[in-house]
């Protein structure tokens, strides 16, 4: 699948077995990859890490891992690979007893992110 958006960017995905398994992110001025993610799924086939490299020099540069319960993504840690494998973010969902998200806390934990720390609180009718 191709998907181009209205800069001179773009993204190129990579599928097995119709699972995303490569992401690559195209330089529109260079046409050059600059970065690409691999995704990584466990035996019920959830997504369970996704690693992010600079593909000037093959190097790690970010590490998602997600944890499930119940089938259910219920924390996302990231870490920054340029600062020694350091936690920068976590992300906890809490669900009713239907499954629906109701709650969603993103904690930034790194004083070098521009990002900020913030709470998601959901309702259904």
Known sequence: ????????????????????VREEYYSGYSNRVVTYTKFEY????ELVKETIY???????????????????????EIFNNHFKNDKMREVRRYYDRNDNLIYLESIEL??????TSFVSKYEYY
């Open 54 to 76: 600079s593909a000037e020099d093959n190097a790690l540069v970010l590490t998602v891992e997600h944890r499930y319960q119940n089938g259910l993504n219920v924390k996302t």
């Open 1 to 20: 699948m191709y998907i181009e958006s209205q800069s001179t960017d773009s993204v190129f995905f990579f599928y097995d077995n119709s699972r995303l």
């Open 42 to 45: 466990n035996n019920q086939n």
């Open 110 to 115: 790194a004083i070098y992110s521009s990002a």
